[in-house]
């Protein structure tokens, strides 16, 4: 079978390369240096997440975004309508390859990862990778869950994936009234489901009878949901589409 990888690594260059994505973007990519990663989202007018995307700065003119689950082309598309006149060019880079170097710990909440020019049966598998980000509770957007979710329903703030506090960006506006008036009732959590039966985002979970969320991201054993209410650690859950148990292994709800 042949391995894929996890994320499309897409290139941005040009002089105008830095504005044109702190205005596009959600997270702000302003304090970033050469070298320097931080996940960012694109959000559509309504606030909710169209990507999630990790944006690395090579140099003030050359960017590359990492987006998950080859929808790198799909990206370079949404964002061309957005150029006009800047001098900026969007392509494929077909040379690099997001490498998932080591779990994070202390204080970082975000895995480690650097673009590297190794060859591709170097790589760890994606479906590995992908259960590393589920664990750490970073939601990557497939195009099934594009544009579902508000990015506090995903606490992209802990990632510093968006900002209340930079200039305008699709969605903006949303987002600081979410964040400032506290109208985010949902909650991510992270759940268990070892077993054969399929699951996939977008699929509706159900707590007996009531439905109460869906999944968000799905990997092998693990998988993000978005629930409507907080549960405990270790409910049991069933989705909707073929009566599967899940369990409820974490919570990513706000401390109160």
């Known amino acids: ?18 504005p044109f994505l702190h205005s596009q973007f959600a ?42 689950f080859s929808r790198g082309t ?15 060019s969007l392509s494929i880079d077909t040379t690099m390859h997001a490498v998932v170097l080591a779990k994070c710990d202390g ?11 190794s060859d591709i049966t170097e790589l760890a598998c994606a479906e590995k990778s992908l259960d590393l980000f589920i664990n750490e509770g970073l939601a990557l957007i497939d195009e099934r869950a594009s544009g579902r979710h508000l990015a506090h329903a995903l606490r992209l703030d802990r990632f510093e ?11 903006q506006e949303i987002v600081a009234r979410t964040h400032f ?11 268990d ?28 054993g693990l998988a993000l949901a978005v629930l409507t209410h907080a549960v405990a ?4 859950l069933t989705l909707r589409e073929n009566h599967r148990s899940v369990r409820v292994a974490r919570s990513f709800a706000p401390e109160s």
């Open 27 to 68: 997270a702000d990519l302003m304090p970033l240096g050469d070298g320097q990663l931080r996940w960012s989202a694109l959000l559509n007018p309504q606030g909710r997440v169209l990507y999630v995307v990790a944006a690395m700065r090579l140099a003030a003119d050359d960017w590359r975004l990492l987006v998950p």
């Open 161 to 171: 994936a968006f900002s209340v506090k930079k200039g305008c960006y699709p969605g």
């Open 233 to 236: 650690v270790g409910q049991a």
């Open 74 to 88: 799909e990206l370079i598309e949404a964002l061309r309508r957005f150029v006009f006149r800047r001098k900026v």
């Open 193 to 220: 489901g070892r077993g054969d039966s399929p699951w996939h985002s977008g699929d509706v979970l159900r707590e007996g009878d009531a439905e109460i969320g869906e999944i968000v991201c799905a990997g092998t």
């Open 107 to 117: 204080d970082s909440h975000s895995p480690t990862l650097t673009l590297t020019l």
């Open 1 to 18: 079978m042949e391995r894929k990888d996890l994320f499309d690594v897409v290139s941005v260059r040009g002089a105008d390369a830095l």
């Open 181 to 191: 008036l506290g109208r985010n009732k949902r909650l991510p959590v992270l759940l």
